[in-house]
């Protein structure tokens, strides 16, 4: 087995040597995907003209048979302005109307060199295009044919010194810390409901009948350690929550969304990385939250996405806050996440609030006679002042709950992920 994991692999491939003129267009395409060519096209496999024989390498490296990856994405986040930038720096004078045209015929170009070496791999390209090239990319029918997937990424919070909202630029001093802390998990972009969005939204590309590849997300934190005061709040917390609300943004979306890849799994700089090591070896690697939080939803996520229902009257799910006789949005409240597998309902619920405790009310229409008891853990951590960095795992605490007649009375004690587990029949 190549892979001890199981995972797909994703080459990119350098487009920029191409759309800035280091190289032409057709020679930085063979050199780009040659890539390509060393990792899947079999030994003896014909190639494009000019390509070297790249298998015959491969196994001169000791590998024969092809690695069999099933992604190539051409060129990787071409949208930001350091790219762009790069490219203007190599073609002075050029119009952004120019630059748009010359990148489409870059595009083309390296698919074209792509099929001529593997007619059948799935090729991604990005959503958001520079120089204003998407209307004409995602118009020309040869793109639609052989391209497969549009490459997004979603990095929220962001910076946790500078705020932005409404257009405008704030510092975060000019907000409360319980601002703060429904800023950061209330991420990531909500629908109108209040649940979870994942999907993009006025991207040219998203009227085509591609689908999307998140090959990039994660909640972050930049700036932590510079703000001043720091929140009196553990920030291991809202982590949590926000990646959570990730992963129930994109299950929703899932009949747009192919794959996703989180970003990153093993880092010893960028302080979101599932698995944080220490080069100089003095501490011992530990988990983060985005790490723990997303390696628990792994083994408790169903295949098929159930319908949640918070209409009055035909109440599935009602949120109820201390202190308050109205009933609240569930959607805002909890972002609840109904899924199901052959033997198990599994309802993930994200209780947001830093200082309050949510009572819930569930009940399951449609499933036939329910066990009497059910399964409920909660990932939690007392939020105050941060020890250690931010090392510490999140505590997990299981309890049974009692079903009466298919309902369920949960109380969600504090901020944490809940997750309730009951046997189907």
Request: charged share 20%.
């Amino acid at each position: 087995m190549r892979d001890p994991l199981g995972c797909e692999t994703d080459l990119v491939v350098n487009l920029l040597d191409a759309v800035a003129g280091r190289k032409p267009v057709h020679q930085a395409a063979l050199d780009a995907c040659g890539l390509l060519a060393y990792v899947n096209s079999p030994q003896g496999a014909k190639l494009p003209d000019g390509m070297p024989d790249w298998p015959a390498v491969r196994a001169s490296n000791g590998h024969p048979a092809p690695f069999g990856i099933q992604y190539i994405q051409i060129g990787n986040e071409s949208w930001v302005s350091k790219y762009r930038n790069a490219v203007h720096a190599k073609r002075p004078g050029k119009s952004d109307v120019e630059l748009a045209v010359h990148f489409h015929e870059c595009l083309s170009e390296y698919i074209r060199v792509i099929r001529a070496i593997d007619p059948k791999i799935q090729i991604i390209i990005d959503l958001h295009l520079p120089f204003g090239a998407s209307p004409q990319v995602y118009a020309d029918p040869f793109i639609l044919n052989n391209v497969s997937l549009m490459a997004y990424h979603i990095y929220q919070m962001g910076s946790c010194t500078a705020i932005q909202a409404n257009d405008k630029n704030f510092q975060a001093s000019q907000f409360s810390f319980e601002d703060i802390w429904t800023y950061w998990t209330m991420t990531p972009t909500l629908s109108g409901s209040g649940l979870a969005d994942y999907s993009p939204r006025d991207e040219v590309g998203l009227k085509t009948k591609l689908r999307l590849a998140c090959t990039e997300w994660n909640w972050v934190r930049w700036g932590y350690d510079k703000m001043d005061p720091k929140p009196p709040f553990r920030i291991t917390l809202p982590a949590a929550l926000g990646v959570a609300r990730h992963l129930h943004g994109m299950v929703r979306a899932g009949d747009r969304l192919a794959l996703t890849t989180q970003s990153i799994l093993l880092g010893s700089t960028w302080n979101f990385a599932a698995l944080v090591f220490d080069p100089a070896l003095s501490t011992p690697p530990h988990i983060s939250a985005q790490g723990q939080i997303s390696e628990f939803y792994h083994h408790t996520m169903g295949q098929e996405l159930l319908r949640l229902d918070f209409t009055k009257g035909l109440e599935t799910l009602s949120v109820h806050i201390p202190d308050s006789t109205e009933t609240m949005a569930a959607g805002a409240a909890l972002d609840p996440l109904a899924t199901r597998d052959t033997h198990r309902i599994l309802l993930h619920l994200v209780n947001r609030y830093r200082d309050a405790s949510v009572d819930v009310t569930v009940r399951f229409d449609g499933f036939g006679r329910l066990p009497r008891k059910a399964r409920l853990q909660t990932l939690s951590l007392d939020p105050q002042a941060e020890p250690g960095g931010g090392r510490d795992p999140l505590e997990i605490a299981t309890a049974t709950v009692s079903l009466a007649d298919n309902q369920a009375s949960l109380h969600l004690a504090r901020a944490g992920v809940y997750f309730l587990e009951v046997q189907l029949p």
